[in-house]
């Protein structure tokens, strides 16, 4: 045989060892067959371990994140809930419903069977939430424009609808504001 450089070269040869039945068996030393040592099967349960603590981390960690996600999209749907049931009482009777309200006063929304109607008492929701609504007057300047003073508008009120909730030990809040007014007036 010859190599690249056109050089005669001997392939090693393998020692065989005689046994029977196969004249080219070959040979192994006595330390090559004891198979896996202690050593490396610690050092393979240890890697293993770290592996599957961190995943096991990572997995409580995307858990916990999406019941968080799950809670805060449930509050701001409540609370656009909260906004309309507020304009529906504004649908019912301006003078009744909404011009009758404390401004600054906290009040709740109650379902009745058949609408939503204000109340002073407070509500849980799924068994985890709470909503209320705050009533404000609104106040417009020279141009008709809403200010934070002027000319009282008895026709328009900031309505603030905010629902909270505990999680982990933790008060959590969202909270909607729009203007409404009086348009059957």
Known sequence: MKNKDNKKYFPKKEKFCPRAGSENFPCFKRRDLRGISLIEVVVGTAIMLVILTGLIASYHVAVKSALGTTSSVQAVFLAEE???????????????????????????????????????TEEVIDGSFTRHFIVEDVYRDGSDDIAVSGTLDNGTKKITVIVSWNEASEVKTKSMTTYITNLFE
Do not use: H
């Open 82 to 120: 909260g906004l309309e049931a507020v304009t529906s009482l504004r649908d019912i009777g301006w003078d009744s419903e909404i011009a009758s309200l404390t401004s600054g006063a906290t009040y709740y929304l109650d379902w009745d069977g058949n609408r939503f109607v204000s109340t002073s």
